[in-house]
């Protein structure tokens, strides 16, 4: 470990020099704070050193922030003091943290990479909310950068994954922490630039030994397909690089398009939810490439990122938009898409704008009577006058004969193999046929309340009565069903 050498040599003139214009193109603001993301090895520890000198000149203050990951014991541990010892003896102010991230992994079912992002990303939002910074900065360089355009190839991302990484960029809300900006000033700086910047500034990084190990795929294209690629075009960072440049040229381009078609597909935008609803007419009307970047661009407004969504999934999405309502896929970071009658949403899973109570175990209830549901909802079955209009219930009530369905009954949600006979038609169906033809969506279903008597069922939530509940000429006392909100 090194704090650096006083001496400045014209490589390290250059480094920093390429650092600063790359701060101006971000626009920091020199009188904030930023936060430098330092794992302690070479590229971080290039971004750490570069960045304080750049601040000693008046560029912003800077922190040393240090996650522990712990997923290699004691070299873990070792990581994390040699950073906070680095940071003291430059007298830096340092702050650090970990986590388990092979059990969070595992906890919430993601890759070791993505529940590393999430963790570390999350802790450094936290920091920069309590600390006031203004963004964090990272050590990407070239080379990760035509990594990770060639991950997003060969994982069928689009062009927004050819894009790859940008100067600057924003994390997710829900990751923790706020929505972070991210600045990675390294980005047009080659790995063999820091590596030769910390041999002059007499720095001696942590070395990682998982980057030798096969098991990521990252590693693997780094080790493996880099080189032989370099034996083709030894330029090849060089190239693909170039390529995803065109890519956010394109994209922008593209992105000017979508702004305009925005606001006439959008219906819905609820960023205290995260949830994004769109009119489905107007997407199925829209121009297929199109179609899909506002897919896209409804899933960057819920989840508040791109990252991790695949061509694969947007085209599944333009599939079940087109096929009808009731349809739903899960997509990266919990975002759940759905289709309904005339949109489809967006919406963390959990957290889909049901207007059904959740799901409940069977019950007996009296009739007349009343049920409130944990949620907000309360079932009211209710005596009322014969109305002018027995055609005027809607979704959220409906008239019955009180006489056909007796004093007592069960409210219970759908079990396997329900039938049910609706107003209006002569023969029973199931249940579930009802449902897709009325377009509740999938996730739904097993929310909504059905009361059931001695007959049969008799009321469906939100949809119908049974025939043979309807008011007559004859009926002499009439039931109001229905599910309002609690106050």
């Not at 520890?45 to 304080?52: E, I, K, R, S, V």
């Not at 009808?324 to 759940?336: C, E, K, N, T, V």
């Not at 109305?387 to 004969?401: I, N």
Request: glycine content about 8%; some cysteine; aromatic content about 4%.
């Amino acid at each position: 470990m090194s704090t650096g050498t006083p001496e400045t040599s014209g490589h390290v003139l250059s480094v920093r020099n390429a650092i600063n214009t790359a701060l101006g193109e971000a626009a920091v603001d020199a009188d904030r704070s930023v936060l430098i993301a330092v794992s302690g090895g070479t590229d971080s520890m290039t971004a750490l050193d570069a960045m304080q000198a750049i601040g000693a000149e008046g560029g912003p203050r800077i922190i040393a922030c240090h996650f522990n990951h712990q997923m290699r014991g004691a070299e873990s541990n070792a990581d994390e003091e040699y950073v906070r010892a680095s940071a003291e003896a430059r007298g830096l102010t340092y702050i650090g943290d970990g986590a388990d991230v092979a059990t969070y992994a595992k906890d919430n079912r993601l890759s070791i990479e993505d529940a590393a992002r999430r963790l570390r990303y999350g802790f450094l939002g936290r920091v920069a909310q309590s600390e006031d910074a203004q963004a964090a900065i990272t050590g990407h360089t070239l080379d990760d950068q035509a990594e990770t355009v060639l991950l997003h190839i060969v994982r069928g991302s689009g062009l927004a994954g050819v894009r790859g990484m940008r100067l600057v960029s924003q994390t997710p809300k829900r990751w923790g922490g706020g929505s972070l900006t991210i600045i990675r000033p390294l980005l047009r700086l080659r790995r063999e630039d820091t590596e030769q910047y910390c041999r002059d500034r007499g720095i001696v990084p942590r070395m990682d030994v998982s980057n030798e190990s096969t098991t990521f795929a990252r590693n693997r294209l780094r080790l493996n397909v880099m080189p032989e690629l370099e034996a083709i075009n030894p330029r090849v960072a060089d190239a693909i690089t170039r390529l995803s440049d065109t890519a956010a040229e394109e994209l922008a381009a593209l992105n000017e398009i979508v702004d305009e078609l925005w606001e006439h597909v959008l219906d819905v935008s609820d960023p205290e939810t995260s949830s994004v609803t769109l009119d489905r007419k107007m997407l199925q009307i829209t121009r297929p490439a199109l179609r899909r970047s506002l897919l896209r661009r409804a899933f960057v407004e819920a989840a508040g990122t791109a990252i991790d969504l695949l061509r694969s999934h947007i085209t599944e999405m333009d599939r079940l938009a087109e096929s009808g309502a009731g349809r739903s896929i899960d997509l990266p970071h919990g975002i759940r898409f759905e289709t309904r009658s005339h949109t489809v949403m967006f919406a963390p899973v959990g957290q889909e704008d049901s207007p059904y109570p959740v799901p409940i175990e069977p019950i007996e209830i009296s009739i007349p009577g009343r049920l409130e549901f944990s949620g907000g909802k309360t079932l009211v079955v209710e005596l009322v006058e014969r109305p002018d209009d027995l055609t005027a219930d809607s979704q959220s009530f409906h008239y019955a004969a009180a006489d056909a369905i007796g004093s007592a009954a069960t409210l219970r949600n759908r079990v396997e193999g329900d039938r049910f006979q609706p107003l209006g038609m002569d023969t029973d169906t199931r249940l579930k046929d009802l449902f897709v033809n009325a377009g509740i969506p999938r996730t739904w279903r097993d929310r909504v309340p059905i009361i059931e008597c001695e007959r049969g069922i008799v009321w469906v939530a939100g949809l119908r009565i049974a025939e043979w509940a309807r008011v007559t000429p004859e009926t002499a006392q009439i039931l109001q069903i229905s599910l309002e909100e609690s106050y």
